[in-house]
């Protein structure tokens, strides 16, 4: 069974910060990894999806990296702005085309 | 190219009664699934449909949820005799056909509340 692990659960940090969000996955078995926002009581936004044979996708100020060996993930936020105070989701796909999520990394940006 | 919709957006249902809860994919996708997000819980895999067939239902629970996806017409999640621990969001994703970098795009999410 695919287990999902988010850290930070939650994190505030100040305007102008860059954000770093961590997940990582125990089986790396994995088709791709994607990773999303979401706003109090709205749906998933879709931010990057990272194929198995790729290291990383951009854009934007959003960097996602991926090491399947290892099973893990980083997202990176540069220069953080307050709207980009969400929580976000890392969710693994394997062969069966079910997305198998974390309990996401809540994010707080102070102004 | 509209996304993927889903309705209604909230509903409200007393024990007992039914919940129906519909998705309309995006156009060209003929794959649809169903996640169930709780309280305080990540997003959990329910059902995998393509039209007119279940592929896997594995995270249905075994009583009073079903879910189909017509020839025509939206996919249904179903669930009979609604208890309190059913409130929660209800989201559809749908994708083409699957692949190694297929993407699934979810909707915004039917939310639950049984009183």
């Known amino acids: 069974k695919q287990e999902v692990t988010q850290i930070p659960a939650a994190l505030s940090v100040p305007e102008g910060e860059n954000l770093v969000l961590n997940c990582s996955f125990t089986?790396?078995?994995?088709?791709?990894l994607q990773w999303f926002r979401q706003d109090p009581g709205k749906g998933l936004t879709s931010l990057l999806l990272?194929?198995?044979?790729?290291r990383e996708q951009t854009s934007g100020r959003l960097n996602a990296s991926l090491d399947k060996s290892s099973g893990r993930s980083t997202l990176y936020i540069a220069a953080s702005q307050p709207g980009d105070s969400a929580t976000y989701l890392c969710?693994?796909?394997?062969?069966?085309?079910?997305?198998?999520f974390g309990k996401g990394n809540q994010v707080v940006v102070i102004p | 190219n509209a996304g993927v919709m889903q309705n209604p957006r909230h509903l409200v249902r007393r024990r007992g009664q039914e919940a129906r809860l519909r998705c309309s994919p995006m156009?060209?996708?003929?794959?649809v699934y169903w996640y169930r997000q709780l309280p305080e819980e990540g997003l959990k895999f329910m059902v995998y449909?393509?039209?007119?067939?279940?592929?896997?239902e594995s995270g249905m629970p075994k009583e009073r949820f079903s879910a189909e996806f017509p020839k025509e017409g939206p996919s249904i999640l179903r669930i009979q005799q609604v208890v309190r621990g059913d409130s929660a969001a209800y989201f559809c994703?749908?994708?083409?056909?699957?692949?190694?970098?297929?993407?699934?795009?979810f909707g915004p999410g039917t939310r639950l509340t049984v009183t």
């Open positions: 994703a749908s994708s083409p056909l699957p692949g190694a970098v297929d993407e699934q795009y």
């Open positions: 089986d790396s078995a994995i088709y791709n």
């Open positions: 990272i194929q198995s044979s790729q």
């Open positions: 969710a693994v796909r394997r062969g069966n085309n079910r997305l198998a």
């Open positions: 156009k060209g996708h003929s794959h």
């Open positions: 449909l393509q039209k007119e067939n279940i592929i896997d």
